[in-house]
Each structure stands twice: as structure tokens, then as C-alpha cells.
């Protein structure tokens, strides 16, 4: 049998560095706060996330006090030749340790965060963090990320449906399906070998300079632009997403068709009642990632000239001679993308639940 | 003639000729068991009567049609023909009784109420009705192989094939299944049956062919090819068979 260590002295070496991280996170905070003053007053709700946060990071040294007690308990155990119970004692030590790396890597970056915040005599903070001028910005900011709403929704329907037409036709088996295959196969290397920006300015300049107008010559310059981002985006979002599409087509087993098929189904029966079901769900994650991919690629639009979201950020950073309104553009999108995620997440955890056992 | 006809059937994969002239017959209401070593082409042959796999030379006939080669109705060919995979392919997105559903609605354009009531009239025969909305993953391999049974009979075949449909599970699970398939055979359902279980090939058939290497060596009623084969290779396979305990 190996010989036991209740890891004591590992146990100090973690407590002594988590204090004094405490500290240091402390002292940021600190000086975070002084610098509010320096301004204006710091707003209420400022102090209470720092007195919070100041708190919250006693978690750390308090698991390293823990850790301790179970390092020495596990010796004393150790010591009675109780090993069983010196095991379990010291593996509990070992877990707090774990929580001490993980919580004490999280006060560092609140440390972290704070000094940079105060850099440069708060410069930092009042240059991109400014608060009170995000909060003017709110409802230009909120108009423009409209355009932005309108583009990924538009565009994330066109392109559900518009990349499965050309994955279902690049996995058509048979000689007489070869031309066609070879023009969805064409679109997807060019698409996806292609800039999103380069796409978005060929179309979105190009079109109208080439006269390219037949249906949005009526509409206002917004939605004009609104539409060509919208088949730019789709263009080169068809092309990612037929790709995973094909990969789900692909991973349905051929067993699967042959069962349906045996059935008495039709090719494209088999597709639409077996084969896609079956691949969409399987390929929900990397689907969801280019969808927030094309959710963010949507300020790209704004270079055309679209009044979305970050071509309004850039006009009032022009103006106030600060980039708080764009970080408050960043936070719009956090607000989508985050939720999007987690919903996704659910959705497919619910139906694992559902057609899964256990 | 007969209902199954197969005249000198080949089917190649590459360079590797998997049936290399088979002919044999099933007659109406009749049971064949297709029994031989592993490989020598039993799972194609099934395949190639329901035309999953095309085969290279040859004919296939079904009541007398030629079913084989260019120009026949696939989908109109396998409503007749039910098949049974030995790994039971279950849609694994559908509930038990929309796996059984499926085909009857969208292919035969029964009403979903009319295909509800089939599905549960099968599934309660074979003392399934309670799991129909359970998903295929809850399901022991013996319960999800008597519904693939029951997902090929709701289509009414005309005859089923039946790929080694045993093979996939355990050992205590293999009589449920055999049950089933026996109760089809006493009703007249014709069958052709893959398998390696010579004492339900014993019990349920009304022939029995040995195929070996993509050709058939034998055949004859199950009495005399078991007790007195005239042949050598299925004196050996038989033979290795009984050393390995499975008769």
C-alpha cells in the first residue's frame, strides 16, 4: 500500500496565497472607488457591487482555512491508523483546494479589472465604461440594434431553408445528379472562401452601382440597404450552414434510410419524416454557433451605411469622443446572443430527455 | 409457380461476388429459413429481393412480376414486401406508435385515427400497448425488435423477410421474439428467414436452404436436411454449429 499524505503543507502554501490575493482584490476595490470621486460621485449601486464583491471574495481564504482543517484531521487520522477515514479527509481537503484555484482565479480578475478600470487616472473606465453616457445613448442605440434584430431573424429563416436545399441536393446519390451537385458544391467553396465584408460590399455597393434595382427601387435607403445586407448575409451563411446540415444528413445512419425505405417510403419522404428530423437534432449545436456568428456579422450591414446598432455607436463616438456607446452596443448583443444560447441548450437537453433513456 | 422466384441472381460488391447465381423458390403461406455460415450471403440476398441492393444478373419475380432490374415501382414493391433488420432500425425521433404509423399514413394515405387504431390493435396483440408512446431508447432490444415486427406487418405485406432478427439480442430475449414470429407462421404469413437458430429453423420451416458462398448447396424440408444432409459442407457447418452449443 502507497504511502498516505494528508498534503498539509500544500494546504498552507494555498491559504497564505489566498489571503494575500484577498488583499490585493481589496485593495483594488479600493482604489476603484476612489477613483469614482474623481469624476463625479460614484453611483449607489457602484459601492454596493464593490462592497459585495469585497465580500464574496472571503469565500477564498475561508475554503483554504477548510482545506487546512482537513489536511490536519486526515494527519491525526493518518496518524491512528484509520486510513479509510484519513483517505476520505484528505480528498475532501484536496476538493476545497480545487475551489480555492477557481474562486481565486475569479478575485484575481475582479483585482485585475479594477486596476485596469483605474488605469491612467480612470481614463480607462470613463473612455469605454462610462455608464452615464451609455444610459443617454439608450434609445438611439435601441433604434439601430432594431436593424440588427430585423437582419439576424430575417436572414436565420432565409438561410434555414436555403442551406438545407443545397445540402439535400449535394447528397443526392447517382451519376444524373452530378451537374447539380457540383453547382451546390461551387456555391459553398465560393461562399464560405469569401470575406463576409467583401460579400456584404460587393452586394451592398455593387448592386446599386451596377443598377441592380428591379425591386427595392421604391423603398426608402434603410430598407434598401436592410435587404442587400440581408442577401449577403444569407449568401455566405447558406454556405456554413448547408455544411453542417450535410454533416447531419450524414451522420443519419444508412440503416435508417434503409428501414424507411424498406417501408414502402419515397426518397424524399424518407428524407423529410426520418433522415432530417434526425440530423437537425444532432446538429443544433454548431448550427446555434453560426447563427450567433450571423447575429454579431450583422453590424458588418452597418458599413453600407445601415443605421444599426454600431453605425449609431460610431456616430456618438464621433460626437462625445468616447467609446461607452459602443460598449453599450456590445452589451445589446451580449443580451441576445447569451439567452439564444441558453434556450438552445434547454431545447436540446428536453428532447435528450425525451428519447433517451437515462 | 411460385410466389418467390429467384433465377440465377449475382450481386457483386467491388470484387467481391457476394451471390454468384442463386436459385431458389418460397412458395405462398410458406416458411424458408436461410441458414449459413456468416458471410455467405443470406442479409444481401434479402436485400436484393426488396431491391435495396440492385443486383447485376439475373431476375427476381414476386407473384410472378419481375421485381428486379429497371422500371418496377420500388415503393409500390416494398408495400408487399416487409423487412426486419437483424438491428432493429427503429426510428429512434419517433414514439413507438409513430414508428408503427408512419408508413401506413404516408405511403397507404390512411387517416391518422385509421392508423392509430391499427398501430394499436398490433401492439396490444403483442402486449406492447402501454409502452406505444415510449420513444425506442426506453425499450429492451426484444420489445424494440417485436415492434419492428409490428412497424413491417401494419404495412399488411404479402410477405416478410426477416434478417437475422436474433442475432442483436440477449440471449433470454430471443424466445419473446421467436414467439412472435412463430404465431406469424401459424396464421400462413410467408416468410423468409435469415437466421442461426437452428432449432426455430427446425420448428417453423417448411424448407430449408443452405446457402454457401453466395450459391445454394442444399435445400429440402428441415427433417431431412437437420437429420440426413446429402451434402458435405452442410454436414461441416452443421457439425460446428452443434460444437458450438447453438442446436
Known sequence: ?358 | MSFIELHDVHKRFGDNAVLRGVNMSVDEHQVVCLIGPSGCGKSTLLRCINALETIEEGEIRLDGERVSGRGVDLNGLRQDIGIVFQAFNLFPHMSVVQNVTLAPRKVLGLSKQDATDRAHALLGRIGLWDKRNDYPDRLSGGQQQRVAIVRALAMQPRVMLLDEITSALDPELVSEVLALVGELAGEGMTMLIATHEMGFARDVASKVVFLFAGQVEEEGPPAQLFSAPTRERTRSFLRSIIEAKRM
Open chain 1, 1 to 358: 500500500m502507497s504511502r498516505f499524505k494528508p498534503h498539509v503543507v500544500r494546504a498552507l502554501i494555498a491559504e497564505i496565497v489566498a489571503v494575500a490575493l484577498t488583499a490585493v482584490t481589496w485593495l483594488a476595490l479600493v482604489r476603484f472607488d476612489q477613483s469614482l470621486k474623481i469624476g463625479e460621485p460614484g453611483p449607489i449601486i457602484a459601492r454596493v457591487i464593490e462592497i459585495i464583491l469585497a465580500v464574496a471574495t472571503l469565500v477564498v481564504p475561508a475554503f483554504g482555512a477548510r482545506a487546512i482543517a482537513r489536511s490536519l484531521r486526515a494527519r491525526t487520522l493518518a496518524s491512528e491508523e484509520r486510513l479509510l477515514d484519513a483517505r476520505v479527509a484528505a480528498e475532501d481537503a484536496t476538493n476545497d483546494l480545487l475551489y480555492v484555484l477557481g474562486l481565486g482565479l475569479m478575485a484575481a480578475m475582479v483585482a485585475f479589472g479594477a486596476l485596469f478600470l483605474t488605469a491612467n487616472h480612470a481614463l480607462v473606465r470613463s473612455v469605454l465604461f462610462e455608464w452615464s453616457l451609455i444610459w443617454v445613448s439608450r434609445t438611439a442605440l435601441i433604434r439601430g440594434f432594431w436593424w440588427n434584430v430585423k437582419l439576424f431573424v430575417v436572414a436565420e429563416v432565409l438561410v434555414l431553408i436555403w442551406a438545407l436545399v443545397v445540402a439535400v441536393v449535394r447528397q443526392l446519390p447517382g451519376r444524373q445528379f452530378l451537374p447539380i451537385r457540383f453547382l451546390a458544391i461551387a456555391y459553398a467553396d465560393v461562399f464560405r472562401g469569401v470575406p463576409t465584408i467583401i460579400v456584404i460590399f460587393l452586394v451592398g455597393f455593387g448592386f446599386p452601382l451596377a443598377h441592380i434595382e428591379p425591386f427595392y427601387s421604391h423603398m426608402s435607403p434603410n430598407t434598401q440597404l436592410f435587404w442587400l445586407g440581408t442577401l449577403a448575409l444569407v449568401l455566405v451563411y447558406g454556405g456554413y450552414v448547408a455544411e453542417v446540415y450535410r454533416a447531419g444528413l450524414e451522420s443519419v445512419h444508412w440503416s435508417q434510410t434503409a428501414a424507411a425505405r424498406s417501408l414502402g417510403l419515397s426518397q424524399w419522404q424518407t428524407l423529410r419524416y426520418v433522415v432530417i428530423p434526425q440530423a437537425v437534432r444532432r446538429i443544433l449545436p454548431p448550427l446555434l454557433n453560426d447563427f450567433v456568428a450571423l447575429q454579431k456579422d450583422t453590424a458588418l450591414v452597418g458599413f453600407l451605411g445601415l443605421a444599426e446598432i454600431l453605425n449609431i455607436a460610431g456616430i456618438l463616438k464621433n460626437n462625445h469622443f468616447n467609446l461607452s456607446p459602443v460598449t453599450g452596443a456590445a452589451m445589446f448583443f451580449l443580451f441576445v446572443t447569451i439567452p439564444f444560447t441558453r434556450l438552445v441548450d434547454y431545447l436540446i437537453k428536453r428532447d435528450k430527455a425525451r428519447t433517451q433513456a437515462n
